[in-house]
């Protein structure tokens, strides 16, 4: 069974940045594309930053040049580097596999305040 955990959110001011990071279990993580996702009030939830499992990533075009993701298979993790962060930011950000599993963490609640 999967399961996912999410951390490293927060409140931070506009231009601030955060470390989020996400452990994942009960998957082939080496061999999954993973993303980051997050879901905004009112709104869907969407990929922001996508990883293959060689290594390739993508971005959401708002975040593009801004955010960073990274994986490290030893340790089953996937971190999201957020930088220059706007309040357009602010949501509860998700990791989970691409396509996702049905199983979704906690996620991890990012506000940015102007």
């Known amino acids: 069974q999967v399961q996912l955990v999410e951390s490293g959110g927060g409140l931070v001011q506009a231009g601030g940045s955060l470390r989020l990071s996400c452990t994942a279990s009960?998957?082939?993580?080496?061999?999954?594309?993973m993303a980051w996702y997050r879901r905004a009030s009112g709104n869907q939830r969407e990929p922001v930053a996508v990883?293959?499992?060689?290594?390739?990533?993508h971005y959401e075009d708002s975040v593009k040049g801004r955010f960073a993701i990274y994986r490290d298979n030893a340790k089953n993790m996937v971190t999201l580097q957020m930088n220059s962060l706007t309040p357009e930011d602010t949501a509860v950000y998700y990791c989970?596999?691409?396509?996702?599993?049905?199983?979704w963490g906690q996620g991890t609640q990012v506000t940015v305040s102007s």
């Open positions: 009960g998957t082939s993580f080496s061999a999954t594309a």
């Open positions: 989970n596999s691409v396509p996702p599993s049905s199983t």
């Open positions: 990883i293959g499992s060689g290594g390739i990533t």
